[in-house]
């Protein structure tokens, strides 16, 4: 059965203003701090965490050093709404992705339940000595608590956990969203594109975020993941997507099940 487009509301050509305003704002409310070494408390409290295993925690190098990784690049999956698939709605083309918050659906409609999540990400420019970039786009989307995704299928009518930053001057993007949930086959993952700019005409990176799995299992314990701790689970190495190594693709945590995680990540790209 085709799968259904997701009327806009909101003209296309609104999407550079939103950018300007939302991209240089919310990015820099909620600055993570984050250092390697830390380790889970009974209540799933953590500082620093990264994955257990073989990973070494999240993209490495600094604005000055020159000594930044980039980020392999994955699969942008079945799920992507980027407008890379024939029939299916492109979410990019509409303005109100634009946005910090993205625990609802573009019109602010069915909020989804979830330990909450501050996902900060900054971007540097391997071709150019690790400078920090400003001004590309970046966009995420994930599934939710239930493992499942918005404009596909059943979901078709949805938009939620889905959205786009503009890096600012510290090559930095926050999103506030929630812990995803997870599905067979599949280490709990978050997918993500950096665009050049926000005409997204060039894209320099896809990748995806990999998880602690420690804090997975802490996080999936509570009463929103039911249908993802039922769910058969697949670790980091299994996975077939991370099977090459995911050293560059785990996300740093701090927080706790209670009151929520932020995950921080410095991700790679060859802009230059």
Not at 132 to 140: H, Q
């Amino acid at each position: 059965m085709p799968l259904a487009k997701i009327p806009f509301t909101e003209a296309s050509l609104d999407r550079r203003a939103a950018l300007g305003v939302i991209g240089g704002g919310f990015g820099a409310l909620v600055l993570a701090a984050c250092s390697g070494g830390g380790s889970d408390s009974a209540d799933g409290s953590t500082s620093g965490s990264t994955a257990s295993g073989s990973s070494s925690g999240s993209g490495s190098g600094s604005a000055s050093g020159g000594s930044c990784v980039e980020i392999p690049e994955e699969t942008n999956g079945p799920y992507p709404a980027d407008g890379s698939q024939s029939g299916v709605t492109d979410v990019l083309r509409n303005s109100a992705a634009v946005r910090g918050d993205i625990t609802t659906d573009f019109d602010g409609s069915d909020t989804q339940a979830g330990v909450p999540l501050t996902l900060t990400i900054t971007v540097e420019d391997v071709g150019n000595n690790c400078a920090l970039l400003e001004g590309a786009a970046v966009y995420v989307w994930h599934c939710n608590a239930s493992g499942e995704y918005s404009v596909y299928g059943s979901n078709s009518a949805h938009t939620y956990l889905r959205g786009v930053q503009v890096t600012d001057g510290n090559g930095q993007v926050t999103f506030k969203t929630i812990y995803p949930g997870r599905y067979s086959g599949r280490a709990t993952h978050i997918h993500v594109e950096v665009y050049a700019d926000d005409s997204f005409n060039t894209l320099l990176k896809t990748s995806q975020f990999a998880f602690d799995e420690d804090i997975n299992e802490l996080v999936y314990a509570s009463s929103a993941y039911s249908k993802s701790e039922s769910t058969r689970a697949t670790s980091n190495d299994a996975d077939g997507i991370f099977a090459d190594g995911y050293d560059d693709e785990m996300l740093s945590f701090s927080g706790n099940v209670s009151s929520g995680y932020t995950a921080t990540i410095t991700m790679g790209v060859i802009a230059s």
